[in-house]
């Protein structure tokens, strides 16, 4: 059965971005609530940042351009049809797409192409490595519905996978194709959204024979996340119910784990340090061992006093210590926005990438003296990353 007319367009806008024959596309007849916007104009665009599909949202008085990863940018242009235009054109070098709404049925007319030339793109297309996330396990997961927009709800969880791939892109500058691929295990991946995206980008930017795995200790996840990976033929995904110290890490080049609750987090570090994993990527959830240890100098009651404070606090003083512990143990760790604070608020990730000349075993002595200051500053006496790596908090 040919799928239906928006699938169609949303199809063909998706190839062409992949393909670089997009010439530009406009979303007409306003439908929406917004009597202000107009029209929408797209084009595709390199930025440093990579290719971009550029929307220019034309209010009455005045312009608002987003720039959006290849695959946002459609979940986009999905999301503003039927909602806040009754009518798409694509014009792209194999053809010009009209679809239109009459009533509640969608028209999709194919014409010949309007335009002969490539539009004009930036040079340095080395770094233009797009993964166009799969819809079938997006859909399969619940993020997708039938047409490719995001379900009602998943839009932050749509946003934090394309925002993860780019930030695992960005890390994984520099690797090239292998045969062997490389290796990475999820740790807590849960129904495993953020670990489809992660295989998916690995095969794109390591070679074809990259694994990944999602470790979960609730097993009815596992079952439906490994079900998922066969359906859809990702044969170096799998899926494996347990806890975070139960796999073996042989070999793994990095170690995730996103929103593994409170100190599973410091666990996966641990584990993904003594593998010696040249990549650790964690976006901390709870942070319930620190809490009730802060006490702090005096110029910090002012602070701990307040219940919502004294939480910032602790997440400000626990990943602080987290990131300097991976400095100690010879990484280079990055703390930087997962996604806006307006998504959700565990919205920090930590990203450690091991240096060149660490050995096992190191504790670089003025890092460990950080942690301590920082430690004792706040009255922390215990913190479940220190005691995996022997790094005691008391000077
Ligand atoms: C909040 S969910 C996050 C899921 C996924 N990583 C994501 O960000 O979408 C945390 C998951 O970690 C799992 N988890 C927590 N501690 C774990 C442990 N020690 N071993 C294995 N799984 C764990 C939980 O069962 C839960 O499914």
């Known amino acids: 059965m040919q799928p239906d007319p928006t699938t169609r367009f949303l199809e063909a806008l998706r190839e062409s971005l992949q393909e670089q024959t997009l010439v530009k596309i406009t979303l007409g007849a306003p439908c929406g609530p917004d009597p202000t916007l107009r029209k929408v104009r797209g084009r595709p665009v390199q930025l440093r940042a990579g290719p971009r599909l550029q929307l220019v949202w034309r209010h009455e008085a005045r312009d608002l351009t987003h720039n959006h990863p290849h695959e946002e940018g459609v979940a986009q242009v999905a999301e503003l049809l039927g909602t806040a235009f009754g009518s798409g054109h694509l014009f792209t070098l194999a053809h010009t797409l009209q679809l239109q709404r009459r009533g509640e049925r969608w028209r999709l007319r194919t014409g010949p192409p309007q335009h002969d030339t490539a539009p004009d793109r930036a040079h340095d297309r080395d770094k233009e490595r797009p993964v166009a996330l799969d819809p079938a396990w997006m859909r399969g997961l619940g993020v997708l519905d039938r047409r490719g927009r995001p379900k009602r709800g998943m839009e932050s969880k749509r946003r934090q996978i394309l925002r993860f791939v780019e930030i695992l892109d960005h890390m994984l500058r520099g690797v090239e194709p292998t045969e062997r691929g490389l290796s990475l295990v999820d740790m807590g991946c849960g129904r495993g959204s953020l ?12 070679g074809p024979r990259s694994r990944v795995l999602g470790v979960e200790r609730r097993p009815e996840l596992v079952q439906r996340a490994a ?9 170096g995904l799998s899926f494996a119910a347990g806890h975070i110290d139960s796999v073996s890490l042989d070999g793994v080049d990095g170690v995730v784990a996103l929103h593994a609750c409170d100190t599973a987090t410091d666990d996966a570090l641990a584990r993904g340090i003594e593998a010696g994993a040249r990549w650790l990527v964690v976006a901390p959830c709870c942070h319930q061992q620190v809490r009730p240890q802060l006490t702090g100098p005096e110029l910090l009651q002012p602070v701990l006093r307040h219940g919502i404070l004294r939480t910032r606090q602790a ?3 626990t990943d602080a210590l987290r990131a300097a512990l991976l400095e100690a143990v ?6 930087l926005e997962f996604i806006g604070a307006e998504h959700t608020d565990k919205n920090l990730l930590i990203i450690a990438a091991r240096r060149a000349d660490a050995q096992p075993g190191d504790l670089v002595g003025a890092a460990v003296r950080r942690v301590q200051q920082l430690a004792r500053a706040h009255g922390i006496v215990e913190q479940r990353l220190a005691e995996h790596l022997g790094v005691s908090l008391e000077a």
């Not at 670990?195 to 390591?206: H, N, V």
């Not at 990976?229 to 990702?234: D, E, K, N, T």
Request: hydrophobic share 50%; charged share 25%.
């Open 195 to 206: 670990t489809f995206a992660a295989y998916q980008l690995l095969i794109a930017r390591a």
């Open 330 to 335: 010879g990484y280079r760790a990055r703390v």
């Open 315 to 317: 997440e400000i003083a």
């Open 227 to 235: 079900e998922l990976a066969r359906r859809v033929g990702y044969d």
